[in-house]
Structure formats: C-alpha cells, structure tokens
C-alpha cells in the first residue's frame, strides 16, 4: 500500500498574511496617533515656549480650521527674526513703559498696535488705552488694522480674526511690514518660514496637514538709522523717513 502524499499545510502562510497585515494596520494607526499627538503638543506662542493643548481645543465646527505652529520643526532663521522684532518692539515701547514678552499673546487686542501707529506713523485714534471687554478690545484691533491696511496695503495677509486669535504666521507678516513701512533700523532676513500643522475638519472628522507658511521675502532686508546713513550718503540717496532700507542679493 502506498503511502499518502501530506497535503502542504497552508496553515503558516495565512498566518503570515494575517501578521502582515495586522502589523500595516497596528503601524498606520501608530502613525494616525503619532500626528495626533504632534497636533495636541505644537505650540501657538512665539516658537519658543511648549503649549500643551487639550483634545477638546480641536472641537471644530465643519469646515472650520486650526493652524498651529510645529516648535520642534521651527529653524534658526525663524527664532531670529522673533528675537529681532521684539527687540524692536521693545525700544519702541520704552516710552510707554511696556514690554512685549509673546508676540502673539501681547498684540491680539490692538493695544501695543494702537501705540505702534502712533509712534511710527504719527496716527493717532479715539480708542481708549485699556479695554477690558473682548468686544471692545475686538473692536478696537479692527480699527487700528483699518488704519494700518491704509499705510501698508497688504490686509490679504492677516486678518482682525487671526491677530485676536494669537497666530503666529499673521501677527509676524503684520510686524515685518510694519517694521518695513517705518523702516526701523534692523536686519528682516530673507526667506523665513513657519512650519505648521494644520487641523480642519471635512465630513465630521479631523484632517491634520504639515505645510511651510512664509513670512519674509526671498532676500534680507536692511534698514539703516540717520547717523549710519549719514556714513553712506556718498552710495545711498538720502530718504525722506530719515533711513535707508535695501535688499542684500
């Protein structure tokens, strides 16, 4: 009698297939978590200082949308050009006897942008000095943005509802061109970028996206004050602000 051929025991390679694809779905959903996180630890100060966010700050309405700074992703260039722009917040301020510590956190209610009108512009509104209701507040940061799109006509840049809501990427666009208007005597360096995790909600659920929002042009830009302008009268004309501002190729 001959003896039976085993049959091969298919058992081990659906195992395999099984573990494989268990393994797929057990490292997409690590990676799906994994952004979540990133998403629930991204900072919304000035780059610097870590803001854990709570689940429940990513209840959005349908459609809506949250952009949030990555601090970890965030370069050298970037923390320069804080540093830079509160350091002349500050010598601007010195008389007003303030001091801008966040950007995004000191400017939302117009107040510092009111006097920022006034110092560099020579703007002055009706608006009272401190306002403790967000409506007045809001209303406020409105009109001074009003007067501010006069001078810089770039309001497609930010918006009254971004300033007040302390992002970043618009309040850092509304100080370079109001630092590049006033001419302010200090370095704007090119090319600087904010990385941002972007959290929208499409269909009832939460869509999460990396992207770079830029905030400065393609080269440095360079402002001189009267006594270092007056070094360079023979190469630079002379301006009507009392500084020189160029680009550096």
């Keep these: 009698m001959a003896a039976k051929t085993p049959k091969p025991d298919d058992s081990f390679p659906l195992f395999e297939k099984f573990t494989t694809l268990s393994k797929k779905k057990a490292k997409e959903k690590d990676e799906a978590a994994a952004l979540e996180q990133e998403g629930l630890n991204a900072i919304t100060t000035d780059g610097r200082t870590e803001d854990k966010l ?117 309040v850092l666009r509304l100080l370079v061109a109001i630092a590049s208007a006033a001419r302010a005597p200090i370095k704007l360096p090119g090319r600087v970028t904010v990385p941002v995790l972007v959290v929208q909600k499409r269909d009832g659920a939460l869509q999460y996206t990396r992207r770079l929002e830029s905030v400065t042009g393609p080269e440095d830009v360079f402002c001189l004050a009267d006594a270092e302008r007056d070094m360079l009268d023979d190469i630079f004309e002379r301006s009507p602000s009392g500084s020189v501002c160029w680009s550096a190729t």
């Design 54 to 170: 709570e689940p429940e700050d990513f209840k959005l309405e349908e459609g809506g949308e949250r952009r949030m700074v990555v601090e970890k992703d965030a370069d050298e260039a970037l923390t320069n050009l804080i540093a830079v722009l509160k350091d002349w917040l500050n010598e601007v301020l010195v008389a007003d006897r303030m001091v801008v510590r966040s950007l995004a956190d000191d400017l939302y209610d117009g107040q510092v942008l009111q006097i920022l009108l006034h110092r560099l512009f020579n703007r002055t509104l009706s608006e009272p000095d401190v306002i403790h209701s967000a409506h007045g507040q809001r209303q406020r940061l409105e009109s001074v943005l009003a007067a501010l799109d006069e001078l810089l006509g770039r309001r497609a840049e930010w918006t009254a509802e971004e300033i007040y809501g302390r992002q970043l990427v618009p």
